[in-house]
């Protein structure tokens, strides 16, 4: 349940301190805290509540705010809550009356908050900000057209990279350690053989190999496949006799079944590319994404669109950890933002990709200009083409905003490497760093003076 509380901070004035101290108006956290429209939040958050039962739960501006502050300052569960402990302004920010030894909230319940807060949640957060944000930096004084800017990249998962014999050999463990389970806890019969020394002396000698050759690699994965599909005939055995498996196993148990199929399959038909493929056990959702990067041509993370406006103001257009094309989401990106803006773009900055014909003819039929080459033969006039050639490097150049986005929000924001485990709290950690890293690039000391002025006035 939600229990909506009245806010006893009224400004940064009457944040108590010890010692009579005073907080600075030009720090980030209180600038920051002032722009953000908490009780338009609040609204969104009390429907994520729909019960009237049982404990209640923090208010938006405590548990938004800690998402934010853990994203920006790139911080554990634990270290995050140390830190708001030592630090006022963050306590501020969070919407706490004055200054305490200790928030009252605990490391553990971040989990479930980073749960709660769902991609939509965070879009709509995001969306509320920039209603009220000013025209960043980059584009302040500049008397740009109506533009948008579309591009999509990767937020790399933090594990390791996938290869079948190591994948084989954790599924033989976790199957071991289900195995060891059932004799500790029920003993039904004599444990089975699963040769596991011999198993594990094969893959460290393949492990620590300099050269690993393509026979000798093979064998090996014959060998734990047959090890991993006689373990699971074992727990087979196991849960036909009545006995079950705990939660904290069931679900990898479905994991490596699905894995075993997987490799079996890749393995009889000599190829190295299956539907869906699993390339973590600890996390099944994540799938290899091709990029062809200089630095690395598959990731393994969420994808996701950004677009850009003419504002330099960033939105979240879509993100799957499935790979897709692009090219796809191009209409729906400008249907929003006729519905924000009431008209469409005059000009649309993409790369090839988005450069289908059914997009180019939608653009047309809208008036459209999208930036790349015209299709058909070279212009035989040279001045139209000196004039194309203008404009093309000109949309190249204004183009390279998105990468200037994408760098604070890999390098500074998190999105360089998503350290959660579970699939909805990864998909909450890449949307917190689009959030985020708008919130700290648009929001400024002259925005807040002109905003607080504002609610004076009115």
């Not at 479905?254 to 890749?266: D, G, R, V």
């Not at 539907?275 to 996701?304: D, H, L, M």
């Not at 360089?416 to 579970?422: A, E, Q, R, S």
Request: with cysteine; glycine share 4%; proline share 5%.
């Amino acid at each position: 349940m939600y229990k909506k509380e009245e806010n006893k901070q009224v400004s940064f004035y009457d944040f108590n301190q010890s010692c009579g101290m005073q907080l600075n108006m030009d720090n980030e956290w209180i600038v920051l805290a002032d722009i953000i429209n908490w009780k338009e939040l609040e609204k969104a958050y009390t429907t994520l509540f729909p019960s009237t039962k049982g404990r209640p739960a923090k208010p938006v501006r405590m548990a938004l705010g800690i998402c934010i502050i853990q994203k920006r300052k790139g911080l554990s569960d634990r270290k995050v809550i140390e830190e708001i402990n030592q630090n006022p302004y963050l306590q501020y920010f969070i919407g706490m009356p004055e200054f305490v030894k200790e928030i009252p909230i605990k490391a553990k319940i971040l989990v479930n908050i980073r749960r709660r807060l769902t991609v939509e949640f965070i879009n709509l957060a995001n969306e509320s900000f920039l209603s009220q944000a000013p025209t960043s930096k980059e584009h302040k004084g500049k008397n740009e057209e109506a533009t948008t800017i579309i591009d999509a990249t990767c937020s790399p998962s933090n594990i390791k990279y996938p290869q079948d014999f190591v994948l084989l050999n954790e599924a033989r463990e976790k199957l071991e350690d289900m195995i060891d389970y059932f004799h500790k806890e029920y003993a039904p019969w004599k444990k089975p053989r699963t040769y596991r020394r011999v198993a594990r002396k094969e893959y460290l000698s393949m492990a620590k190999a300099k050269k690993r050759p393509a026979k000798k690699l093979r064998s090996l994965i014959r060998k734990q496949l047959g090890c991993v599909n006689r373990n699971i005939g074992y727990i087979e055995q196991y849960l036909k006799a009545g006995y079950e498996l705990p939660k904290q196993y069931s679900n990898i148990y479905a994991t490596i079944k699905e894995l075993y199929e997987q490799q079996k399959y890749m393995f009889d038909n000599k190829i190295h590319r299956v539907e869906k493929r699993i390339v973590s056990i600890e996390q099944p959702y994540i799938r290899p994404i091709v990029r062809g990067k200089a630095k690395a041509p598959t990731e393994f993370g969420a994808k996701y669109d950004i677009s850009i406006d003419e504002k330099g103001h960033a939105r979240l257009e879509k993100i799957s950890f499935d790979p897709y094309n692009e090219s796809t989401i191009f209409k729906d990106v400008i249907e929003r933002y006729k519905e924000r803006t009431g008209h469409y773009p005059k000009r649309i900055l993409v790369d090839q990709i988005y450069r289908t014909i059914d997009n180019i003819n939608y653009c047309k039929e809208r008036g459209i200009r999208m930036s790349g080459p015209k299709l058909g033969r070279p212009r035989k006039n040279q001045e139209q083409t000196k004039a194309d050639k203008k404009i093309e490097y000109q949309d190249n150049k204004d183009r390279i905003e998105i990468e200037r986005f994408f760098s604070p929000d890999k390098r500074c924001n998190g999105a360089g490497l998503i350290t959660t485990k579970l699939e909805d709290t990864t998909l909450h950690s890449v949307a917190m760093s689009v959030y985020v890293t708008n919130l700290f690039s648009l929001a400024t000391p002259d925005f807040f003076v002109l905003y607080f002025w504002d609610g004076i006035m009115a």
